[in-house]
């Protein structure tokens, strides 16, 4: 019989390859067979940062506050450096399969630090409820809540901050949260004062029924295996739903139709070792097909989550990104006034 032919692998740093297992294995133990996850240990080995008022690296942050008695509350990242006001608004909510991580986790710390520092703009991460104790909806209505929350309490953000010029970003499943609140706030009509321009989904977690080409030819990829994806869908869906819920294959059966939505301008990354890729290039497609404007970069080499890891060129290579993204959105929005 002819041997089957290996899987390719990307080729990463070993710093890189040991973070990643570490959070692969951390998942892993946490995720009980029973559907709940180990809270414990995760806020055990979730490594936290400290809000800091004095600024760190070129960066102030502070915890605030919106409804304790669900544990909704944002981080407020502000640039020490940046001169003047009108900076931009960037409205970030975390990946984790919906079940695991925060904006005070290291990781997300530090990148959200980033954005602020080289944007430069205003980032406020959002600490939304977890799957499987809080299910779909819940994580969609605290991402909206923020939202109305801000666009009602404009003063706890700095004075430099620019609520007019507001976009929503997230990884994974927080660029899943992105688009559903994107969808939820364009339905409802404007707000008062936050105007979402732009939307940054960074390899959004999509998926659906049928398995794509790229789940088949990854399948036991590190963070989103085949087995954790669908332990984590079946964790956050209704219960008797399946992954073909409006929720995780948003441009499916059970699509909502942007249309005659004002759907804001979204810029799209996909890694080529994500296994999620297909339904993250299918997001995208469905998009201009819904007549809204969406740009979609790859990186061939990288996997899933791969810009949370300083170490890869890759990822100061995004941020790059986004920044072209945020400011050109911007400057066209100005030159339309």
């Known amino acids: 019989m002819a041997s089957e032919t290996p899987k390719p692998k990307p080729v990463l740093p070993w710093k890189t390859r040991v973070s990643i297992s570490f959070l692969s294995t951390l998942t892993d133990y946490a995720r009980r067979s029973n559907g709940t996850v180990n809270r414990r240990l995760m806020n055990f080995l979730d490594r936290k940062s400290q809000p ?26 502000n640039p020490a450096a940046a001169s003047g006001g009108g900076l931009p608004v960037v409205i970030f909510f975390h990946g984790g399969g919906f079940a695991f991580l925060s904006p005070d986790s290291f990781a997300y710390d530090a990148v959200c630090r980033r954005f602020c520092r080289r ?65 939820r706030v364009a339905k409802s009509g404007p707000l008062r004062e936050v105007r979402v321009v732009g939307l940054v989904s960074i390899q959004p977690w999509f998926g659906g029924e049928a398995r794509t080409a790229a789940e088949v030819k990854f399948e036991g990829a590190p963070l989103v295996s085949t087995a954790r994806t669908d332990w984590l869908w079946k964790a956050f869906l209704p219960d008797g739903s399946d992954r073909d819920h409006g929720a995780s294959n948003v441009s499916g059966p059970n699509s909502e139709d942007l249309s005659g939505l004002n759907y804001p301008d979204t810029l799209v990354f996909v890694g080529g070792f994500d296994p999620l890729q297909d339904w993250q290039k299918k997001y995208c497609e469905w998009l201009k097909k819904s007549g809204k404007k969406a740009q979609l970069i790859e990186y061939s080499t990288m996997i899933h989550a791969f810009y949370i890891f300083p170490e890869l060129p890759e990822s100061s290579q995004l941020i790059s990104e986004v920044k072209d993204f945020i400011t050109k959105r911007i400057s066209d929005l100005k030159s339309n006034m």
């Open 52 to 77: 800091n008022a004095k600024p760190v690296n070129g960066v102030s942050t502070q915890d605030v506050t919106v409804d304790a008695k669900r544990n909704l509350w944002f981080r407020i990242f």
């Open 119 to 183: 944007v430069p703009a205003v980032v406020v991460s959002v600490n939304y409820r977890l799957a499987p104790e809080h299910r779909y909806p819940l994580q969609y209505d605290d991402g909206e809540d923020i939202l109305r929350f801000l666009d009602e309490n404009r003063a706890v953000l700095p004075e430099n901050a620019d609520v007019s010029k507001c976009f929503l970003a997230g990884d994974s499943a927080g660029a899943n949260l992105a688009h559903n609140v994107a969808v």
